[in-house]
């Protein structure tokens, strides 16, 4: 199931009208359905038995792993191929700002024309990922309209100047290119919370720190900047893009969750 949202009072509105989507109950009802019965993977076309899915805890969101791929992973995929049907299949042209998760292996293994790269000021960590290309969102390398498509998995929240990068995504998309995204998503916010922000080079903390898991330096993490809410769909617009929503993903049958929200949400934006 698939709904489609430009605004924050859509969405609530669908709330209302669907609560047994969100409760806590349902949601687990859902979960323990799928430890019973397994799933069926959109992302490599199989059913997986209840005995190849891990489910490591109720945040369903990031659990219920099938071949390396999650509930949000297997959500993105879904957008991803939808978005992007209509381009030529044997010429897609796609980046995306991750190189050595297992959505980006998976993407290099079957489209010759995808690049994913990593991001680090750090020599030695560069060195290691060689030859992996280094990128900065604020400051992309590649020419105007380069991609038919872009992905941003669980990225955004840890950009420091995120309205600056929207704007480099733009400027690298082709016209009629899609953005795909998800971030810890503010679900019932119309504002986004600011958590740290750099003044004069330096990281100011206007909230306790948070840190998210960063494959690239699993020990220490990467900061959380902001938690966007519902206005970042006008600032993507601001950015150049003409038309952005916020799509839910909903299959018990594919093992597609999130707690509080039932499905999965994913940012889609075309230029």
């Given at each position: 199931?698939?709904?489609?949202?430009?605004?924050?009072?859509?969405f609530?509105?669908?709330?209302?009208?669907?609560?047994?989507?969100?409760?806590?109950?349902?949601?687990?009802a859902?979960?323990?359905?799928?430890?019973a019965?397994?799933?069926?993977?959109?992302?490599?076309?199989?059913?997986?038995?209840?005995?190849?899915v891990?489910?490591?805890n109720e945040?369903?969101?990031?659990?219920?792993v099938?071949?390396?791929f999650n509930?949000?992973?297997?959500?993105?995929?879904?957008v991803?191929e939808?978005?992007?049907a209509?381009?030529?299949?044997n010429?897609?042209?796609?980046f995306?700002p991750?190189?050595?998760?297992a959505?980006?292996?998976?993407?290099?293994?079957r489209?010759?024309?995808f690049?994913?790269?990593?991001?680090?000021?750090?020599?030695?960590?560069?060195?290691?990922?060689f030859?992996?290309?280094i990128?900065?969102?604020?400051?992309?390398?590649f020419?105007?309209q380069?991609?038919?498509?872009?992905?941003?998995?669980?990225?955004?929240?840890?950009?420091p100047?995120?309205?600056?990068?929207l704007?480099?995504?733009?400027?690298v998309l082709?016209?009629g290119?899609?953005?795909?995204?998800?971030f810890p998503?503010?679900?019932?916010?119309?504002?986004?919370?600011?958590?740290a922000k750099?003044?004069?080079?330096?990281?100011?903390?206007?909230?306790?720190?948070?840190y998210h898991?960063?494959?690239?330096?699993?020990?220490?993490?990467?900061?959380v900047?902001?938690?966007?809410?519902?206005?970042?769909?006008?600032r993507?617009r601001?950015a150049?893009?003409?038309?952005?929503?916020?799509?839910w993903v909903?299959s018990?049958?594919c093992?597609?969750?999130?707690?509080?929200?039932?499905?999965?949400?994913?940012l889609?934006?075309?230029?």
């Amino acid at each position: 199931i698939v709904h489609e949202f430009e605004n924050l009072h859509d969405f609530v509105a669908f709330h209302h009208r669907s609560p047994g989507y969100f409760s806590e109950q349902s949601i687990k009802a859902d979960g323990d359905l799928i430890s019973a019965q397994g799933i069926y993977c959109n992302v490599f076309k199989e059913p997986a038995s209840p005995r190849d899915v891990t489910i490591h805890n109720e945040n369903y969101r990031e659990t219920i792993v099938y071949r390396g791929f999650n509930s949000r992973m297997r959500a993105v995929h879904h957008v991803f191929e939808t978005a992007t049907a209509h381009f030529p299949q044997n010429d897609l042209k796609v980046f995306a700002p991750e190189a050595v998760s297992a959505y980006a292996l998976y993407m290099r293994g079957r489209n010759a024309k995808f690049i994913g790269s990593e991001y680090t000021t750090d020599p030695a960590v560069r060195e290691y990922l060689f030859p992996i290309p280094i990128e900065d969102l604020h400051a992309l390398s590649f020419g105007e309209q380069a991609f038919h498509a872009i992905f941003v998995n669980e990225v955004f929240e840890h950009v420091p100047y995120l309205d600056k990068a929207l704007s480099e995504l733009a400027r690298v998309l082709k016209v009629g290119g899609k953005l795909i995204s998800t971030f810890p998503f503010l679900g019932f916010s119309e504002e986004s919370v600011v958590r740290a922000k750099m003044e004069n080079g330096a990281v100011v903390h206007l909230t306790e720190r948070e840190y998210h898991g960063n494959p690239v330096d699993p020990q220490g993490g990467s900061l959380v900047f902001e938690l966007p809410g519902w206005n970042i769909l006008d600032r993507i617009r601001a950015a150049g893009f003409k038309h952005a929503v916020m799509q839910w993903v909903y299959s018990v049958d594919c093992g597609i969750l999130a707690p509080g929200y039932g499905g999965v949400l994913v940012l889609v934006a075309e230029k």
